[in-house]
Structures are given as structure tokens and as C-alpha cells.
């Protein structure tokens, strides 16, 4: 596994990469990709961090895994490449974003996100790789913890962030965060599981980070 990262990221994260767990992490994951089908493509692991710097960082959105189908996974979290048609959770988020934002925007044909990242959006999976196919088998391998460190350094070093926790499993992420330093957002999962329940649509997260970010001086995101 390459440990290509953004600069400001290897010096906030150096003491997880010194890390016994963090070795045995990255022999875990080389002898994955020697073996077997995983997403996404190697250089694209540590996308989310290559394309949105510590100091960048305005947004958080929490994944679990990436996706686990051929040619999705780009390294971002609920995000496709170009040209692949989008997931059901993906659809969701659009669905909801222009509810919320601006209904007369037309329905994307890309589902690539790398534009949310670069305006200070950290699109960060829990998990940053996967078997192809095969979903969660990257789980509990190291991964989860190396996450987790990443958004207590973000809750304990920045102010002022927004984190957007969709889901259960991004809602147990809550313990890291300092709230009285951040704005954090919760509501159901995009799937359609969560969403047709009535658990995702009408949670304007996309307007009130906005709003949050322009009482904070800061520019808001063009979603």
C-alpha cells in the first residue's frame, strides 16, 4: 500500500502511521491488492485526504465502505467515477440536495464528487478499501481505527467544522466529536432502506451547513 498522502495529513497522522497496527494494516492491504480484486485502485486510497488538505477541511461526511462493485470506488465516500452509474444512496443524496438547494439544478450525470472535496469537503469512508464484491471484508483490520483517529485530530485541532452523520453507523462516530466546537448534523442513511422510511428525505443538511459556514465568515460549499 503507497502512503502517498497530502503533506499536512502525514504530519497530523504521523504518530498512527508509527503505529504497530498501522504495519500490520498496510501488509494486510498490500497482500490484498496482490491477490485479489479490491477497490479502489491503489493510488485512489487516500483520495479524500490527497484532495481536501487538514487545513482545508469544512465538511465532514462519514462512509462505512467503499463500493464494492467494478469501477465505482474512487476513494471518496459515496462517490463514483465518472461514467458509472450511481448507487441508490448516491441518487438520494442528489435527490435531496436539489430539494434543499436549488430545485431548478438539473439531476447530475456524473456522480464524482472530487468537486465537494476540493472546496473543503472530506469525503471519508470508515473503511478505505474492499474486496471486490464483497462487502465489510476489509472490516476490523485496522482501518476503523486509523479513521478514528483522523476525526478526533479533526474535532480536537480545527474549529467550527460541520460533520454530516447519515446512518447508525456514522452516528457512533459522535463520541469523537467535540460539539461544543463544531456544528454536527444527524439523520437517517440515503439508502433507500432509510430514506423511504421517511428517515432521510427533508433534513436540508446541505442548506444549513451552508448557512453555518457564512455565520462563520467562511465561503460556502457549491454542492
Not at 104 to 115: A, T
Not at 140 to 150: H, I, L, Q, S
Not at 200 to 216: C, D, I, P, V
Request: charged fraction near 25%; glycine fraction near 8%; aromatic fraction near 12%.
Amino acid at each position: 500500500m503507497s502512503l502517498k498522502i497530502e503533506p499536512s495529513w502525514r504530519e497530523m497522522l504521523q504518530d498512527e502511521f508509527n503505529q504497530p497496527y498501522f504495519e500490520q494494516l498496510t501488509e494486510f492491504v498490500r497482500h490484498e491488492y496482490q491477490n485479489n480484486t479490491c477497490y479502489p485502485p491503489g493510488p485512489k486510497i487516500f483520495s479524500a485526504f490527497n484532495r481536501t488538505a487538514f487545513e482545508d477541511v469544512k465538511v465532514v461526511i462519514i462512509g462505512q465502505d467503499p463500493y464494492h462493485g467494478s469501477g465505482q470506488a474512487n476513494g471518496l465516500c459515496f462517490s463514483v467515477a465518472n461514467g458509472v452509474a450511481h448507487p441508490p444512496s448516491l441518487v438520494n443524496i442528489f435527490k435531496e440536495l436539489y430539494q434543499d438547494v436549488d430545485v431548478r439544478k438539473p439531476y447530475p450525470k456524473s456522480g464524482n464528487l472530487e468537486h465537494w472535496a476540493d472546496q473543503g469537503v472530506l469525503l471519508l469512508n470508515a473503511v478505505l478499501t474492499v474486496r471486490s464484491g464483497e462487502a465489510g471484508s476489509h472490516q476490523k483490520k485496522g482501518w476503523e481505527r486509523f479513521t478514528d483517529a483522523v476525526i478526533k485530530k479533526l474535532s480536537d485541532e480545527r474549529e467550527n467544522l460541520v460533520f454530516m452523520l447519515w446512518g447508525g453507523f456514522a452516528k457512533g462516530k459522535l463520541k469523537l466529536i467535540d460539539e461544543k466546537k463544531h456544528f454536527v448534523q444527524t439523520t437517517g442513511h440515503p439508502s433507500p432502506l432509510s430514506a423511504n422510511r421517511g428517515y432521510w428525505f427533508g433534513n436540508k443538511h446541505f442548506s444549513r451547513a451552508n448557512r453555518y459556514l457564512e455565520e462563520q465568515g467562511r465561503r460556502p460549499i457549491q454542492w
